[in-house]
């Protein structure tokens, strides 16, 4: 597509001279850039649409490392005691 279209990260290293000299350099191209910015940073990061059964047993599972990492030193002791 037209080089003013692109993003970023879509612009190759020797057009980025011409890619910035067609961006909006006026306060409300600068606002309308950071808002456009922000809107897809929130759906990609903390709107997210997809969810399921993957997301809820990471969930868990995150849940039993940190437990585990917190009562080692209770169980480890525990079990100590157990095996002498």
Request: charged fraction near 15%.
């Amino acid at each position: 597509g037209p080089l003013s279209e692109r993003h970023l990260m879509d612009v190759r290293l020797g057009e980025l001279p011409a890619w910035l000299a067609t961006c909006d350099i006026s306060p409300q191209g600068l606002l309308g850039g950071i808002q456009k910015a922000w809107s897809s940073y929130y759906d990609k990061y903390i709107n997210v649409k997809r969810g399921g059964p993957a997301g809820i047993s990471l969930l868990l599972a995150g849940y039993c490392l940190l437990s585990y990492g917190w009562n080692y030193q209770h169980i480890s002791k525990s079990s100590f005691l157990a095996s002498v």
